[in-house]
């Protein structure tokens, strides 16, 4: 079958955003160097060695290759992405930072396996609900396996402890279930089930506790659990309507926490202002708009819920981050993709959606 060709409104917007990106990154990692020049050059070879060039050299490349060939090997990557994941728990492989065990170390190159499970997952959820059809609506073929995605998601990811992952998996999942036909009745258990898991998380998890607490009383304790939303809102806050300026944010110096992680959004908005912040968020609004709209018009069942997956994954990651920011949600520790620190998420992002720009050349 050959192709059309591809969305460039779509490819337009993942360039753009990844520009974007980099130059946030590199105006917020000016707080790294001023406290460590060992720090910041470790941190900017990963990003843009593994993140912008080893990610536009897999963008490039699965842009290429047709998007149904992936449906064979849909299970093994899944079990090797699961396999990969779990050595996050292997003493002298796996190793923390922050109490949490996220990353692996193999021969000098570290990374977060968590992105590929990310990816292994959506696969395998977008090849089995294209293959159950209308056997969706039976809780075997729908209902269940999804739990059972979800329930590997908990085992491998929310142990770690990633719950910020754990979300925009679950999303990309949900909206895959959800654009197959999952019963009403069926999303009805779901929702109960999310609830219940929610008060179970927030009464188990001090941290995410914590994390509600300062959703509900931002001010409740300045120096501690509420110092990063209060300097967040600090830094965009002072940004104005223009902003202070490309390289003149002084929050990321010494009061941000995160400047070039979970918090670049916020150092991106006081050098940008209001105009700035709204710049990115309609960037992601039409990235989630167009890809959408790629799966809509895909013309098969299996690029529709890949495409559906991939795209609802980054956008919920993307947003939840902005949200989180600006103290619309409880903070998640999501990044700000294409643009937060993060090689090996960067990597898999821009691969994501190269199958996705791959999906469009087949959309019709």
Known sequence: MRGSSFDKIFIGIVLTLLVTGIFAFWSASLGILAKSEAIFFNMISS????????????????????????????????????????LVFVSGIGFEHGGAKRWIHILGFSFQPSEFLKFGIILYAAAWYSFVKTRVENWRYGLLPFIVFIGLATTLVLTQPDTGTFIV??????????????????????????????VLLVSMRPYIKDRVMTFINPSSDPLGSSYQIQQSLVAIGSG?????????????????????????????????????????????????????????KSNDNFGKFLATGFVVMISVGSFLNIAALTGIVPLTGVPLIFVSQGGTALLFALAEVGIVANISRFSS
């Open 169 to 198: 998996l679950s999303a990309g999942v949900f909206a895959i279930y959800f654009s197959a036909g999952a019963p009403f009745k069926h999303i009805v258990v779901l929702a109960f089930i999310a609830l219940v898991s929610v």
């Open 240 to 296: 104005g309507l223009t902003g202070r300026g490309y390289g003149q944010s002084v929050q990321k110096f010494n009061f941000l926490p995160e400047p070039v992680g979970d918090s670049i959004f916020a150092v991106w908005s006081e050098e940008f202002g209001f105009i700035g912040s709204v710049f990115i968020v309609l960037l992601f609004l039409i990235f989630t708009m167009r890809g959408l709209r790629i799966a809509n």
């Open 47 to 86: 990003q843009f060695l593994l993140g912008v060039c080893g990610g536009l050299v897999s963008f490039i490349i699965l842009a290429l290759i047709p998007y149904k060939k992936w449906k064979k090997f849909a299970l093994p990557i899944l079990v090797f992405s699961a396999i990969t994941t779990a």
